[in-house]
């Protein structure tokens, strides 16, 4: 059973800075596809970043050039680093395990989620 744990949300001004991080339990960490989505209230939860088990990585348009994300295997840890940060990235944000089929697809292994609020 693969347990995902999200942490780092925050209140945050514009042009702010947060690290989101999620822990990974299991042992296939290493060989994982992983990713960032978010939801914002009213809207359909979107990726935001995903991340190969050998550290290629994609962005949504909105958030390239402000968002990493990145993987430390040894830890069971993948990261989601955000700067500039705006108020249209208030959201919940999750991690996801997921697998890679031409594009980045989810599985059902979700975390908690954390909440990102970013005040004008």
């Known amino acids: 059973q693969v347990q995902l744990v999200e942490s780092g949300g925050g209140l945050v001004q514009a042009g702010g800075s947060l690290r989101l991080s999620c822990a990974a339990s299991g042992s296939t960490f290493s060989i994982s596809a992983m990713g960032w989505y978010r939801q914002a209230p009213g809207k359909q939860r979107e990726l935001v970043a995903d991340i190969s088990s050998g550290g290629r990585t994609n962005y949504a348009d909105s958030v390239k050039g402000r968002f990493t994300i990145s993987r430390d295997n040894a830890k069971n840890t993948v990261y989601l680093q955000m700067n500039s940060l705006k108020p249209d990235d208030t959201a919940v944000y999750y991690c996801?395990?997921?697998?890679?089929?031409?594009?980045?697809?989810?599985?059902?292994?979700w975390g908690q989620g954390t909440q990102v609020t970013v005040s004008s």
């Open positions: 996801n395990r997921g697998f890679y089929g031409g594009s980045y697809y989810p599985t059902d292994y």
